[in-house]
């Protein structure tokens, strides 16, 4: 197993869900920062991940991310319950699943990591610190229907009311900079 910038209440909590998963770790690689995960993946990884799972087919790696400053560390099972659920996505992988998740939270992994780790469901949809959402700059408005369309960036959209597809005749009017 290779550790890259990993604490120790991490590395403790890893050990204790490789043993009770019964995972290899000859091909594990495990971080905490973003960038060291990004650099083994080829591509950024959005900050809103608490946690990450892939399997890197070219080196036949496991590369797990445990994105710390995206977990809500005030509530006592977070760290746990991000760790376990990256260590079952693991499992799953070579089990043979490659199902990702349904519903995050909500899904047929969240009820195996409550089994796992003993957490609640809620325990394990509120570990992750929620993300903020910046707010919209521009206001659209709809010719045909009145509809307000916030949006965050500028461009030229029908509304999907009028027109299932883009329509000239339905093209969003800016009224609104903020």
Known sequence: MRLVAVDDETAALLQ???????LPVEQLAVTCDRSVY?????????????????FLSRTGVHAI?????RIDLT??????VVVAEELVHMRDWLDGDHRRHAHHGHDRIAHRVAALTGATLEEIRSS???VKRRPAKYLYACPGCGRLVPR?????????RCA???????????????
């Open 16 to 22: 204790t869900y490789i043993e009770r998963l019964r």
């Open 38 to 54: 990004a650099g083994w993946l080829g591509r950024a990884v959005p900050p809103s991940y608490g946690g990450a799972y892939a």
């Open 65 to 69: 991310l445990i994105n710390t400053k």
């Open 75 to 80: 509530r006592p099972k977070s760290l746990e």
């Open 128 to 130: 992750l610190i929620p």
């Open 152 to 160: 965050r960036k500028r461009g030229r959209w029908s509304c999907g």
């Open 164 to 178: 299932p597809r883009f329509d000239e005749r339905f093209v969003l009017r800016l009224i609104q900079e903020r």
